[in-house]
């Protein structure tokens, strides 16, 4: 795997640390569980997952999970959460979260992310803006679909001439 990248560094991404109160909102919106290490939290391709908050321990985000080019995206402690743009969006999830260490989480319904980011509009600003250099982030790295196929097929062709014309990034 790939040299850990924890959260988002300063000089590449706003902090996604959440504060004190800004938990206290998040916790009144869901619920604490203990996570073992190993714990999936969400698979890539998932239609659908819920918001999580890491109260201790670590979790991260893992491409290609449980392959031999399995890759580490990011890692997040303390007060930080998991996820991007695409959670709010409908896309399905490009990654899996995974717990690194034992730990406690919150995890706040799907739904009830969208309510407080359409209700709260500082936690609603950190929360959208963290997504959204997290995706850029991703898209500067070369992250995306993997489109599997000869150059030479016109299918495959019309395809990554479709990808390019709406800046979503291939492999």
């Known amino acids: 795997m790939d ?13 996604a640390r959440l504060s004190g109160d800004q938990l206290k909102k998040l916790a009144a919106l869901g ?24 109260l201790e321990g670590t979790a991260e985000i893992i491409d290609r999970l449980g392959q031999p080019e399995e890759r580490l995206v990011a890692s997040y402690g303390k007060a930080e959460f998991l996820g991007e743009i695409g959670m709010l969006t409908g896309e399905r999830s490009r990654f899996a979260g995974v717990m690194k260490s034992p730990g406690r989480l919150l995890r706040v319904p799907l739904e009830q992310i969208r309510t407080i980011v359409a209700q709260d509009s500082d936690l609603s600003e950190l929360i959208l803006r963290t997504f959204l250099v997290r995706r850029a ?3 500067r790295r070369g992250a995306g679909i993997t489109l599997i196929g000869s150059r030479y097929d016109e299918r495959c062709r019309v395809l990554l001439n479709s990808f390019s014309l709406s800046r979503t990034a291939v492999e």
Not at 3 to 15: D, F, I, Q
Not at 31 to 54: I, K, N, Q, R, T
């Open 3 to 15: 040299k850990p990248v924890r959260g988002e560094s300063v000089e590449r991404a706003p902090a």
């Open 31 to 54: 619920s604490e569980h203990p996570a073992p290490v190993g714990e999936v939290l969400f698979s890539a391709g998932d239609a659908s997952y819920d918001f999580f908050v890491v």
């Open 137 to 139: 982030n991703l898209l």
